[in-house]
């Protein structure tokens, strides 16, 4: 490697060494129960979403079924989380 390279490398090094070590907005002893709360969200939701009445134009439908989506999707990512797997 070339010397400009190697002194790049070095300063980027020493800059990551003097970082603050990282800490999460909220403590890990709570993502069981944000998981737990927004997969039974989205599991309410989605009995909603299938009691619904069939509209022509499905603006409701579409509505609770993102919602319970968007809430699933984070669900399972706090409850990996929570089991370890980093995601």
Known sequence: MSAAVM?????IQALHKSLPPF????PASLLP????ILLAST???????????KDTFPLRETAVASLASVLG???????FCSVGVNV
């Open 7 to 11: 002194d790049n490398y070095e300063a």
């Open 23 to 26: 800490s999460p907005y909220m």
């Open 33 to 36: 129960s944000i998981a737990l």
């Open 43 to 53: 599991f309410a939701l989605a009995f909603y979403f299938s009691t619904l009445p």
């Open 73 to 79: 999707g984070f669900g399972v990512v706090a409850l």
